[in-house]
């Protein structure tokens, strides 16, 4: 992937992007025709490592910094959990992709604390 950025007779571009993370490919729910399932989804488990290369004729300082978290946090807030990206594969039945980017839960858990000691006071800025 290359995107070239003009403005004013200067040119950055940015090429060579690289993902390193655990990416899940879910597809669910199961049907009895094909593609066999109804729908897809895709996302990050965790923030994934980003890599890329900034090149041009004018880099001003901070430009690779400030590129790196501008394509770090628009990768967060599409791919990372819990956002995620749902395809509806059969759109004669099933859940449609509004139903696919937020699936009910698997299960609930309920913790109950009954007794702790020795906590710091972190609960406010004392």
């Not at 199961?30 to 880099?59: D, M, R, W």
Request: aromatic share 8%.
């Amino acid at each position: 992937m290359k995107v070239v950025l003009s403005a004013m007779g200067a040119q950055v571009r940015v090429s060579e992007l690289q993902l390193d993370g655990q990416v899940s490919f879910v597809f669910a729910p199961l049907t009895p025709k094909p593609p066999y399932f109804g729908g897809l989804e895709i996302f990050f488990v965790n923030h994934p490592a980003l890599n890329f290369q900034v090149s041009g004729n004018v880099i001003p300082k901070g430009l690779q910094l400030a590129l790196r978290a501008a394509v770090a946090e628009a990768l967060a807030t599409q791919l990372v959990l819990p956002y995620r990206i749902a395809t509806d594969l059969d759109v004669d039945e099933g859940p449609d992709a509004a139903d696919l980017r937020t699936p009910d839960p698997i299960s609930v858990l309920r913790l109950t604390v009954l007794r702790a000691t020795d906590l710091a006071a972190a609960d406010y800025g004392g």
